[in-house]
C-alpha cells in the first residue's frame, strides 16, 4: 500500500511542476521521500524542484540523496553538477561532471 500512496504523490506533484505549482510541488515530492527513503525518482525530481524554487543548498542534499541510491545514473550526475554550479561550488561541480561523463562514455562510477 505504501508504493500505491508514494505513486500517487508523485505523480500529483508532477502535475504541479507541469503546471508551474513549484512550492505544492517540492511539498508533496517531500512527503513521496518520507514514505519512501530510497525512492530515486522522488529524490531527483525533489531537488530539481528545490533548484528551480532557489533552495541551492537543499537540493544539493537531494541530489547527493539520488547520487547515493543510484550511483551509476548519468542524469544524476548532471543534475548534481548543474546544482553545484548554481551554488558556486565549481571543484564539485567538475568532479560530478567528471562522474557523469564517465557514465555518457557506458563505463561506470561504481561496480555492482
Given at each position: 500500500?505504501?508504493?500505491?500512496?508514494?505513486?500517487?504523490?508523485?505523480?500529483?506533484?508532477?502535475?504541479?511542476?507541469?503546471?508551474?505549482?513549484?512550492?505544492?510541488?517540492?511539498?508533496?515530492y517531500r512527503r513521496c521521500v518520507?514514505?519512501?527513503?530510497?525512492?530515486?525518482?522522488?529524490?531527483?525530481?525533489?531537488?530539481?524542484?528545490?533548484?528551480?524554487?532557489?533552495?541551492?543548498?537543499?537540493?544539493?542534499?537531494?541530489?547527493?540523496?539520488?547520487?547515493?541510491?543510484?550511483?551509476n545514473d548519468l542524469l544524476a550526475?548532471?543534475?548534481?553538477?548543474?546544482?553545484?554550479?548554481r551554488d558556486g561550488q565549481i571543484?564539485?561541480?567538475?568532479?560530478?561532471?567528471?562522474?557523469?561523463?564517465?557514465?555518457?562514455?557506458?563505463?561506470?562510477?561504481?561496480?555492482?
Amino acid at each position: 500500500m505504501p508504493d500505491a500512496e508514494r505513486e500517487r504523490l508523485f505523480d500529483d506533484a508532477n502535475g504541479c511542476l507541469a503546471l508551474g505549482e513549484l512550492e505544492e510541488a517540492s511539498a508533496l515530492y517531500r512527503r513521496c521521500v518520507a514514505l519512501d527513503p530510497d525512492f530515486f525518482d522522488g529524490w531527483h525530481a525533489l531537488g530539481m524542484c528545490l533548484l528551480k524554487l532557489g533552495e541551492v543548498k537543499e537540493a544539493i542534499g537531494c541530489g547527493l540523496q539520488a547520487t547515493t541510491l543510484r550511483p551509476n545514473d548519468l542524469l544524476a550526475w548532471t543534475a548534481l553538477s548543474q546544482m553545484y554550479v548554481r551554488d558556486g561550488q565549481i571543484g564539485e561541480a567538475e568532479a560530478a561532471k567528471a562522474n557523469a561523463r564517465i557514465l555518457s562514455l557506458g563505463g561506470r562510477v561504481v561496480r555492482e
